[in-house]
């Protein structure tokens, strides 16, 4: 089976193309960094009308580098939510406008589905079940994973998501957009315990997150200091924050580990890429004897790939999933906890 999947819901445009006997074949992205940077953010108008742009152009590539006609698919795949509706729209536009000219059906696939499932997209994927740490810029919760479309929320932020607090913190030191990158470049400059900030959540017994506290503490250290400009201090800051974060982060993947006793972690979204994260759960993976997976770095950004690969493996569980109607809706919002098995 021979799937596209297309992928628009914020300022990523991603088109793959999987098959379930060959995998991968071809994907094909485009991100709009450059075009919000001078906002300090994704503005989701001009998200939309980038992607209208350029859509066409990367399915065409798709197909090229797969060496494959559009007729030779068997299905289309498109994220259906969660995501800006501008930008949703105009991919789920794409997938029925193809789709009819085709005669090929349609599947509407979660983004975050996308994202837990990427890693068995790996050389050396995991097996089920496994923990999940869904880590971006709109999301950070921890997923019991037993099998497609058997998911179990274990815990989740209270308030800001991983990603946004790098994007925030990044800003409040003077970082260009996207923050979460550029703060953690800036981190690895810094000296450790020259500032210390909390950790929140951290004994709260639970699976859940909270990190606006710590965007606060970091904006908090810098009135303090009578010298916030400087390069030195504005490394350390960046170096206490995402030690923070990563304290965290890690300590409560542990926990789901313990609390599930399962041995295997999954880490998706675009903070999955970051190298002090990774770090720090290789090594408490180690101690414990647990197993990490991760995305490849193409793939832990929003992505055509994932988008593809969920879709396909939704119709080898169940081919009556994707459908010939050619109307369609999208889901801005839209737990995950709604996906069933089926």
Request: hydrophobic content about 45%.
């Amino acid at each position: 089976m021979i799937v596209l999947g297309i992928e628009s819901s914020c300022d990523e445009t991603g088109i793959a193309i999987y098959d379930t006997e060959k995998g991968l074949l071809s994907h094909a992205l485009y991100s709009q960094i450059a075009l919000h940077a001078e906002y300090g953010g994704v503005v989701p108008e001009l998200a939309s009308r980038d992607h209208i742009r350029r859509i066409v152009p990367l399915v065409e590539q798709a197909f090229e580098k797969a060496g494959l006609k559009p007729d030779a698919i068997d299905a289309i795949a498109y994220t259906q939510g969660p995501g800006l509706a501008g930008a949703l729209l105009v991919g789920s536009s794409m997938a029925a406008s193809l789709g009819m000219a085709l005669g090929k059906p349609l599947i509407g696939v979660h983004h975050l589905e996308g994202h837990l499932l990427s890693p068995l997209l790996a050389k050396n994927p995991p097996v089920f079940p496994f923990v999940a740490l869904l880590v971006s810029g709109g999301h950070t919760q921890l997923m019991r994973v037993d099998e497609v479309g058997r998911y179990e929320l274990l815990g989740e932020t209270l308030d800001d998501a991983a990603g946004e607090a790098f994007d925030k913190s990044a800003k409040l030191l003077g970082l260009a957009y996207p923050g979460g990158p550029e703060i953690s470049r800036l981190a690895e400059r810094g000296r450790p315990d020259v500032f210390h900030l909390p950790r929140p959540m951290l004994h709260s017994g639970d699976l859940n997150f909270s990190f606006s506290g710590l965007k606060t503490a970091v904006l908090t250290t810098l009135k303090k200091e009578v010298h916030p400009e400087d390069d030195q201090v504005r490394a350390d800051i960046a170096r206490a924050f995402v030690d923070a974060i990563v304290d965290v982060l890690a300590a409560k993947c542990a926990q789901a580990l313990r609390q599930t006793k399962l041995r295997q972690l999954v880490v998706a979204g675009g903070v999955g890429a970051n190298r002090q994260l990774r770090a720090a759960l290789d090594n408490m993976a180690a101690r414990r004897r647990y197993r990490v997976f991760y995305p490849e770095l193409e793939f832990c950004t929003d992505n055509g790939a994932m988008i593809a690969f969920a879709g396909a493996m939704r119709l080898l569980r169940n081919p009556d999933a994707a459908h010939m109607g050619y109307g369609f809706t999208v889901k801005p919002r839209w737990p995950l906890e709604e996906l069933t098995a089926a």
